[in-house]
């Protein structure tokens, strides 16, 4: 009776245009009317993200994530910790994106009896209970094309779920099957870090944050046993684990001892210390804008700094959103294409690849709405970017062994370094 009222009662999944699509109650029914004041909240906001993610109401409490365009909305009948339901949500989200590999309106509805199924599993009467996406999948198997037609045709799918229990539910490595086997064994880490970033007009970093993911992709067969060590384990300031990895041993030796999950899962999430500027910007953006009655001039340039021993930038992106007395633009670029969009007067300017011999260059000017004000300062510039096997904090791995079994799995390792909010005022 303790935990009685301290759990999530009902869990609503709401459309961008505030039509519930999914209802699902875990301690009796609550009428989806419950929703209105969150949808109400939503429409007074200029811009959704403003909504408060937990909304108090004279009977319940209701907390809630945006992800993909749609609201994921728990409701609950007392206090509880907030972020022990937004985890909850995020995951039942990301447990969605690994079933249909899309999140949107259409994948839900096409499996709707799919993320019933899942939502049953992920809780039980308010408890979060299966959480895994591994052990879920060992229950309810994803969607096949066949499976879809027959549901749509009223036909159910039974053998979409498994009778039995997964047997490692009931073992202390309840995140791992039993009986794995793969002809080839082998195991990728991808350790994806994002560089969140202010630069102000001379150059120089006002914020910088560094946060990164190891996912891991996983084909061992039986119960392999692995460790993961860092030359700089101290680089790291602030970590989140995947259950399965042992606490106690990271906090003596700073290693990742773990028993993996069988396929793709996240193994850590962390944050790096910047405060003593251990952070090395892989590129450099320089703009100048500059204003002066009613027209103005731009020119930016963008090129790679020495520090990246030459790796690759890709997928550059440079995004300047104008002020909204913009008239014309004529502007022109020595790599990639340049677009100006004179609805949302916001200019996009795909570089892709950088090349090693010239820096890719944009340069012309605009003028602006006869009798409107002149800007006082350039716009922020936002930058996006990713590197291959670069890493922003300059974490290194020391070794990746496995004991357990007397195979020798392959190993692959691969570093990405991609911007996060990288902005450059101008």
């Keep these: 009776g303790v935990y009685g009222d301290t759990m999530i009662h009902s869990v609503f999944v709401m459309s961008q245009t505030g039509e519930v699509i999914i209802e699902k109650h875990y301690r009796g029914y609550i009428s989806r009317t419950c929703c209105d004041l969150f949808w109400g909240e939503i429409q007074a906001a200029t811009n959704p993200q403003e909504v408060n993610p ?29 972020l022990f339901v937004t985890e909850f949500l995020h995951r039942v989200v990301d447990v969605f994106r690994d079933y249909f590999n899309e999140v949107s309106e259409e994948s839900i509805k096409e499996n709707f009896i799919t993320v019933y199924q899942i939502m049953d599993e992920m809780m039980d009467n308010g408890f979060p209970m299966t959480t895994e996406p591994n052990v879920l999948k060992t229950m309810i198997s994803p969607p096949t094309i066949l499976g879809r037609v027959a549901t749509s045709m009223g036909v159910s799918d039974k053998s979409a779920i498994s009778g039995d229990l997964p047997e490692g539910m009931l073992s202390s490595i309840w995140w791992r099957r039993k009986g794995v086997k793969y002809t080839n064994n082998e195991v990728y880490l991808d350790i994806v870090e994002e560089i969140d970033c202010s630069i102000d007009t001379n150059g120089l970093m006002v914020t910088s944050d560094v946060s990164g993911e190891i996912l891991v992709n996983c084909k061992l067969s039986g119960m392999p046993d692995m460790t993961l060590s860092f030359t700089n384990p101290d680089t790291i300031d602030e970590v989140n684990f995947h259950p399965c990895v042992r606490l106690s041993r990271y906090e ?33 953006v320089k703009p100048q ?37 913009i008239a014309t633009t004529n502007l022109s670029v020595n790599h990639g294409t340049a677009h100006f969009d004179d609805v949302t007067k916001t200019l996009r300017w795909e570089i892709g690849k950088v090349p090693k011999e010239r820096s890719p ?45 007397k195979y020798k799995p392959y190993k692959g390792v691969r570093f990405v370094t991609k911007a996060g909010r990288f902005q450059v005022r101008s």
Aim: with cysteine; net charge positive.
């Design 361 to 405: 260059c944009l340069n012309g000017n605009v003028s602006l709405v006869p009798g409107s004000d002149t800007p006082e300062s350039g716009p922020t510039i936002l930058v996006d970017f990713k590197i291959v096997m670069f890493s922003a904090s300059g974490l290194k791995i020391d070794a990746l062994t496995m004991s357990g079994e």
């Design 54 to 82: 937990v909304l108090v109401t004279p009977k319940h409490y209701l907390i809630h994530v945006q992800r993909y365009g749609m609201y994921f909305i728990a409701v609950l009948q007392r206090e509880v910790t907030p």
């Design 252 to 284: 003596r030796d700073k290693v990742l001892s773990f028993v993996p999950p069988d396929g793709k899962f996240k193994l850590a999430s962390y944050s790096i210390d910047t405060t003593n500027g251990g952070i090395t910007l892989p590129l450099y």
């Design 289 to 325: 804008i500059h204003f002066s009655g009613s027209s103005g001039r731009v020119n930016i340039m963008v090129g790679p700094k020495s520090t990246l021993a030459g790796r690759t930038i890709e997928d550059v992106v440079i995004t300047i959103p104008f002020t909204k007395n």
